[in-house]
C-alpha cells in the first residue's frame, strides 16, 4: 500500500544546477491527484526571472465541494478523529521526518516559487520540519485528557469534567509571504487536535502546499483528511467561508479579506481565526546601543524584502539621535546585495510578484505626495540580473507623520518610514495610533525601561533588543484589526478544538435530586 501510494507520482522537481524542470501539479482531494473539475491551469512564475516553474490548476467552486465533501465524510466516519493521539501523532512524525529529509529541495523550490532568497527559504524550511514534528508531539495530549472541573465534582453526587475535542473540517487559507511555513502553521495545529482540512495556498505561491500534498500522501494519511486546492481566493474563499459543512474558517492574509471572511463565516457562525496585517512600532529609545539598533531595524524592516507581516514598519526615533540613526542605517541600505535569490550572498531577491512590485511603487510615490522625504531608495533596482525580476530598492522615508497613508496602511515591500519623537509618551502614543496590533519593538540598554514601555503598547507579540523571533511554544497573533485568535502554544492548538463539558450524575436514589420536589410529590407527613 505504502508503495502504491508513493509511486503514484513518480516525477519530482529535479534540479539541473538552479535551474528547475517545469512540474505539473494537481490538486489533492480524498487522497486522489485531481485536476481542477473545469480543467484549467495557471502558471507559478519564478519573480526573480519571470519564468513559469510550475503548471497550477486554477481550481473554483466545485473543486472546493468535492473537497469539502472528502473533509466531512472523513471527519464524520473515517478513521482519523477516532484515532489515539499516539496514533495520529506517529503520522504526523512521519511526515515531519520527511520534510526534514527534504529541506534543501523544498527551500530551493520555495526560493523559485516567492523569490525569497535561500538564507530565508533555508531557515523556513528547517523551521517548518521542526514545527511540523513539534504538532506531532501535541497530538498526544489531545482526545484523551479528561479535565475534572475543580469545586464541582461531588462525592456520590456528581462528578464534572471537560474534554477537548476537534471542531470538525476546517477550511484554511494562506499567504505567499511565508507559503511553506503558513502550511505547516495551519495544518499542524489542526491534524494533531483531529480535524479534518481543505487548504488553499496563494495563488502567487502555491508549490509547497502542493508539494506537501504529496507528502501527506505518502505516509499514508487516510483519504479525506488532508485536502489541497488551488485557484483565486474570491471564488474558493467564498465558497468555503459559505459552506454549511465548514466548521471552522483559519486565514492569514490582508486585513481587508479577513474582515470579509468573518462577515461570510457569520453566515453559518463558523468559527474563525485571522492573522491579519500589522503596522509594527519600532521605537528606539535615546539609551538604545546604536550598532544592535541600527543593525536590528534593518532586519526588523527590510527581511524578506519587508514582505512580513509583523515587521517593524514605522521607526520611531528620538528627535535628538535622529539624524546620526538615519544616516548610518542610510550607508547600510546602499550597501545590501540584491540579485539571484539562490546566491547565498543575496541579502534582497525580488518581491513576490510584478503586481506586488508595482503595488510598492504607487506607496513610494504616495509617500512622496504626502510630503515624506527620501532617504534612499525610492524606486525599482534595476541593471543585470534585476532587469528581468521584480525588484525595488529598499527605500526610507523621513519625515513621516503618522496620519500618512505609508504610517496607517501595509506596504508589503521594502519600504520603512521614520518618525521622530520628543518623548517617549509621544512615541508610544503613535504607536498604538493605529487599526493594527500585531508586533511592535522596544531597543533600549534599560531592559526594566523597556519592559515598561512594553507594557503600554497594545500588540499581540513585543520584542525587547530583537524582531522576528516566534516560536511554536510562544502564541502569536493580533490585538484590535490585526485579528483573531492565536496560533501556536496551548492557545492555539485550542483554536481547533470544542470544549465538551460533561455533568456524570453520580447519586444512587432520587430523593437527592435537586429537582426531586418538583416532580414528585412527597407524602404529606415528609412536608
Ligand atoms: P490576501 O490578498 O489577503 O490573500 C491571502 C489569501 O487569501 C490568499 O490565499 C488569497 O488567495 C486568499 N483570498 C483572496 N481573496 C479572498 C477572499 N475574498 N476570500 C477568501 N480568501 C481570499 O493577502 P496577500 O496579499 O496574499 O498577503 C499579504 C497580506 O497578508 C498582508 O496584508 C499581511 O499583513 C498579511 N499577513 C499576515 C500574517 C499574520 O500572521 N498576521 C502573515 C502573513 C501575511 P489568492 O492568492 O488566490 O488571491
Ligand atoms: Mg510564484
Not at 495556498?201 to 502555491?206: E, F, R
Not at 538604545?288 to 521607526?315: F, K, M, N, P
Not at 512615541?427 to 493605529?434: G, K, L, Q, T
Request: charged share 25%; proline share 4%; hydrophobic share 40%.
Amino acid at each position: 500500500m505504502a508503495l502504491a501510494r508513493g509511486l503514484r507520482y513518480t516525477k519530482r522537481i529535479r534540479f539541473i544546477g538552479a535551474e528547475s524542470v517545469m512540474e505539473t501539479y494537481k490538486m489533492y482531494i480524498d487522497g486522489e491527484f485531481v485536476d481542477a473539475e473545469n480543467g484549467d491551469r495557471n502558471d507559478s512564475i519564478n519573480p526573480f526571472n519571470g519564468e513559469a516553474i510550475a503548471s497550477i490548476p486554477r481550481g473554483g467552486a466545485a473543486d472546493v465541494n468535492k473537497a469539502v465533501a472528502a473533509a466531512r465524510k472523513a471527519f464524520d466516519h473515517g478513521p482519523w478523529p477516532r484515532m489515539t493521539g499516539e496514533e495520529r501523532s506517529e503520522l504526523i512524525g512521519k511526515a515531519a521526518a520527511l520534510l526534514k529529509e527534504r529541506m534543501k529541495d523544498y527551500a530551493k523550490l520555495e526560493s523559485l516559487d516567492s523569490g525569497g532568497t535561500i538564507n530565508k527559504t533555508g531557515a523556513d524550511a528547517f523551521l517548518a520540519s521542526r514545527q511540523l514534528a513539534f504538532f506531532g508531539e501535541q497530538a498526544k495530549r489531545f482526545n484523551e485528557e479528561a479535565e475534572p472541573i475543580d469545586g464541582m465534582m461531588r462525592e456520590g453526587r456528581s462528578f464534572n469534567y471537560t474534554i477537548r475535542e476537534p471542531m470538525g473540517v476546517c477550511a484554511q487559507i494562506i499567504p505567499w509571504n511565508f507559503p511553506y511555513m503558513m502550511a505547516i502553521w495551519k495544518l499542524g495545529p489542526a491534524l494533531a487536535t483531529g480535524n479534518t482540512v481543505v487548504l488553499k495556498p496563494a495563488s502567487d505561491t502555491p508549490v509547497m502546499a502542493l508539494e506537501l500534498a504529496r507528502v501527506f500522501d505518502e505516509v499514508g494519511f487516510p483519504p479525506g483528511v488532508v485536502n489541497i486546492i488551488s485557484g483565486p481566493g474570491g471564488v474558493i474563499g467564498e465558497a468555503l467561508t459559505t459552506h454549511p459543512d465548514v466548521d471552522k474558517v483559519a486565514f492569514t492574509g490582508s486585513t481587508e479579506v479577513g474582515r470579509e471572511i468573518m462577515a461570510k463565516a457569520a453566515g453559518t457562525l463558523k468559527k474563525v481565526t485571522l492573522e491579519c496585517g500589522g503596522k509594527g512600532a519600532n521605537i528606539v529609545l535615546d539609551d538604545a546601543d546604536l550598532d544592535i539598533a541600527i543593525d536590528g531595524s534593518i532586519w526588523a524592516s527590510y527581511y524578506h524584502q519587508g514582505q512580513v507581516c509583523e515587521s517593524g514598519t514605522r521607526l520611531m526615533l528620538d528627535a535628538n539621535g535622529h539624524d546620526d540613526f538615519v544616516e548610518q542605517m542610510v550607508e547600510k541600505l546602499n550597501a545590501m546585495t540584491m540579485g539571484d535569490p539562490l546566491d547565498p550572498a543575496t541579502q534582497l531577491g525580488p518581491v513576490v510578484s510584478q503586481a506586488q512590485m508595482k503595488s510598492v511603487l504607487e506607496y513610494i510615490e504616495i509617500g512622496k505626495n504626502e510630503g515624506a522625504l527620501l532617504a534612499c531608495g525610492g524606486g525599482q533596482a534595476t541593471g543585470g540580473d534585476l532587469d528581468k525580476g521584480a525588484f525595488v530598492q529598499p527605500t526610507l522615508f523621513t519625515g513621516v507623520n503618522n496620519q500618512m497613508r505609508i504610517a496607517r496602511e501595509e506596504i508589503f515591500g521594502p519600504v520603512l518610514g521614520v518618525l521622530k519623537y520628543d518623548s517617549v509618551d509621544d512615541a508610544i502614543e503613535m504607536a498604538n495610533d493605529s487599526i493594527f496590533g500585531l508586533s511592535a519593538g522596544v531597543w533600549s540598554s534599560d531592559i526594566d525601561k523597556a519592559k515598561n514601555v512594553a507594557s503600554r503598547l497594545r500588540s499581540g507579540t513585543i520584542w525587547i533588543n530583537e524582531w522576528h523571533m516566534l516560536s511554536e511554544r510562544s502564541p502569536f497573533g493580533g490585538y484590535k484589526q490585526s485579528g483573531v485568535g492565536r496560533e501556536f502554544g496551548d492557545e492555539g492548538l485550542h483554536e481547533y478544538t470544542e470544549m465538551k463539558t460533561l455533568y456524570v450524575d453520580d447519586a444512587k436514589t432520587r430523593d437527592n435530586k435537586p429537582w426531586y420536589d418538583m416532580v414528585v410529590a412527597r407524602p404529606k407527613s415528609d412536608a
